[in-house]
């Protein structure tokens, strides 16, 4: 299996590569600098420069794009869309490193987690910005998306322990009534998805047990 891990040097791309590489398999970094990352193969390329001919001999394509400031967040929603238009009509799953305020909290799919009252301003354009990344995925039927949201709480140095418990559409707590996972787990759960394959078109969430 051939995966592809773009935006590779950044936190959680770093720590995908490393747990798919521990497990064996064949990864390649696609870095716009110098590779940062454990994987030793590289591809030197702004996400938005790839073509459908540099990842047309991958199993698996994980973005792993991150964006944090006010001009480079609307860049989410544009990465995914041209991803998926270079996967379009291939057998090339795509992952997609998520975020969770679109994650629902009621039974009817209505209320999300960014509609509460306690969720940060400053954070709502970075939520609304995944939010309409998975919206365009919802309507691309010519592209095997999977898209991983994590928990509330997503640890950068959180410790790595193991284990997760998988979600789906709605905010998943763990025994302790807690949304927190660490990119580490998180990480073993894209490389679970990404080998495994068993949410074709869907959005699953992951939660620390």
């Known amino acids: 299996m051939k995966i592809a891990v773009i935006c590779a040097n950044g936190k959680a ?37 790839l073509t459908a001919a540099d990842l047309k001999d991958f199993d698996v394509v994980v973005d792993a794009f991150g964006a944090w400031t006010a001009d480079t967040i609307p860049q989410i929603p544009r990465a995914a869309a041209h991803l998926c238009d270079a996967l379009s009509g291939t057998d090339t799953r795509l992952l997609i490193v998520g975020g969770a305020g679109s994650l629902y909290v009621n039974a009817e799919h209505t209320l999300t987690v960014a509609d509460g009252p306690d969720f940060p301003d400053a954070f709502k354009p970075l939520a609304a910005a995944h939010d309409q990344a998975l919206r365009q995925l919802r309507a691309r039927e010519d592209v095997k ?23 789906g559409e709605e905010l998943t707590l763990n025994s302790r009534g807690e949304s927190v996972v660490s990119y580490a787990d998180y990480a073993i759960a894209v490389v679970d998805e990404l080998t495994g394959g068993n949410h074709i078109r869907q959005r699953i969430s992951v939660v620390s047990r």
Not at 42 to 48: E, G, W
Not at 148 to 164: K, L, M, N, V
Request: hydrophobic fraction near 40%; avoid cysteine.
């Open 13 to 49: 791309g770093r720590l995908i590569v490393r747990e798919a590489m521990e497990r064996g398999l064949d990864v390649t970094a696609v870095v716009r600098g110098e590779n940062q990352s454990a994987a030793g193969k590289s591809v030197t390329k702004d996400l938005f420069d």
């Open 145 to 167: 998306w999977t898209y991983i949201s994590p928990a509330g709480d997503f640890q950068a140095e959180g410790a790595r322990t193991g284990e997760y418990i998988l979600g």
